[in-house]
Structures are given as structure tokens and as C-alpha cells.
Nanobody, 115 residues
Framework: QVQLVESGGGLVQPGGSLRLSCAAS????????MGWYRRAPGKQRELVAV???????NYAASVKGRFTISRDNAKTTVYVQMNSLKREDTAVYYC?????????WGQGTQVTVSS
């Protein structure tokens, strides 16, 4: 099992920044990918950004150039730096880890972009 603890959500004005963190613990060997998804009100969950064990990254088109995903040297914590936030970025953000055939999800952290 992999446990995920997210932090960093909150309320921010349009144009502002937030950084989300997700710390993984438990069976964290051989993690293939770590990343973030989000679910906005009335919408389906969508990929935000992901980083693979080899360091490759993938971003949703809507966040490319504004969000940056990174991880610590131990590859157990993943971050997403979110800049130039827009109202449409408002969502619950979920940390995601893939290890082999298994996927693990955090409980979610709310990000609200509003003036």
C-alpha cells in the first residue's frame, strides 16, 4: 500500500500562485509515476501533470506554461507549482501514484481561484 498526504491548497486570487505537495509513504519502492489530477465542479477528473520515474513530464494543455511539476531527490514527494492561476483552475486536486498495476490516490485538496 502507498499512503499519500497532500497539502498546499487554499484560496487565491486570479493571477496568484500556489504550490501543492504530496508525500508518499508505505510501499514506495518502484514507483512508476507521480502526479496530479483535478476535478472541477460538474466536470470529470482530468490530468494536470505527471512525472515518471525516468523524469519525463506530461502536462494538460490548459496548464502548460503555468504549472510545473517536480519531485524531491528521494522521489517520494511530488510538487506542483501553479502560477498565473485562473478561475477555471478551481477544483479539487488529487495526488496520484502509479506503481506497477496499482494506482493510489490522495484524499484531495481544494484549490479555489476567486477574487
Amino acid at each position: 500500500q502507498v499512503q499519500l498526504v497532500e497539502s498546499g491548497g487554499g484560496l487565491v486570487q486570479p493571477g496568484g500562485s500556489l504550490r501543492l505537495s504530496c508525500a508518499a509513504s508505505g510501499s514506495i519502492f518502484s514507483i512508476d509515476a507521480m502526479g496530479w489530477y483535478r476535478r472541477a465542479p460538474g466536470k470529470q477528473r482530468e490530468l494536470v501533470a505527471v512525472v515518471t520515474s525516468g523524469g519525463s513530464t506530461n502536462y494538460a494543455a490548459s496548464v502548460k506554461g503555468r504549472f510545473t511539476i517536480s519531485r524531491d531527490n528521494a522521489k517520494t514527494t511530488v510538487y506542483v507549482q501553479m502560477n498565473s492561476l485562473k478561475r477555471e483552475d478551481t477544483a479539487v486536486y488529487y495526488c496520484y501514484v502509479r506503481r506497477g498495476l496499482y494506482e493510489y490516490w490522495g484524499q484531495g485538496t481544494q484549490v479555489t481561484v476567486s477574487s
